[in-house]
């Protein structure tokens, strides 16, 4: 991969404050993309709402979109949050997954993803780590082995839709989970990793 990226997050397509969703994309999104020489989309979690109730919306609204984006972006690579892992457990997984069909659109919802991007000024060498929504203590095991694998010293980029517990809004969890989230916090600053996460949103400006 050899381009510059495109991320957005946490849209929450299906509520009643974003309705032009082809709007959205077609006027603003793709022409910010390729203005910025963008190829590549990664969505960081939540593109549904909960609930959806039945698969109308999501065929009549999302998939023809999505299906025209693919021809756009040579690579689109969706990261499940919280809100569409709830849709996938309504639904068996038949209204988000149905997007990984697309031969360009990777769904990113049972397990990890890596891949390697090579910066387009200097060729530099990144591993891009995509993950979904999941307990602490998950993602510590999948970063955990993912660095133990990994062959070079390149800078690694996480994509997520990390927890509350990573900005301290969840007070509940059990001390393993919050220990696992310290631990986290301490392998990303170790490692100087670059976490590109959605899920906290305390205030939402809404483009379409």
Known sequence: MKNNITIITDTHFGNSKCADIRGFFMDFLVPYS???NSETLVITGDLLDVPLLDGMFFNKEILPVFSELSTIYKEIYIVLGNHDIENVRKTDGSIV???????????IGTSG???????????????LWFYPYAIPSVLEGYIETQIRARTSDSPIVLFSHLRDEFAGLLNN???DEMQSTNNL????????MTVLSGHIHSDITYAC
């Open 113 to 127: 993803l890596e891949l390697k991007y090579y910066t387009e000024d200097s060729g530099e060498e990144r591993l």
């Open 173 to 175: 969890t059990s001390e």
């Open 97 to 107: 997954m149905t997007l990984g069909l697309s031969p360009n659109i990777k769904v």
């Open 185 to 192: 916090k301490g392998t990303f600053v170790n490692y100087g």
């Open 34 to 36: 390729k203005k910025n």
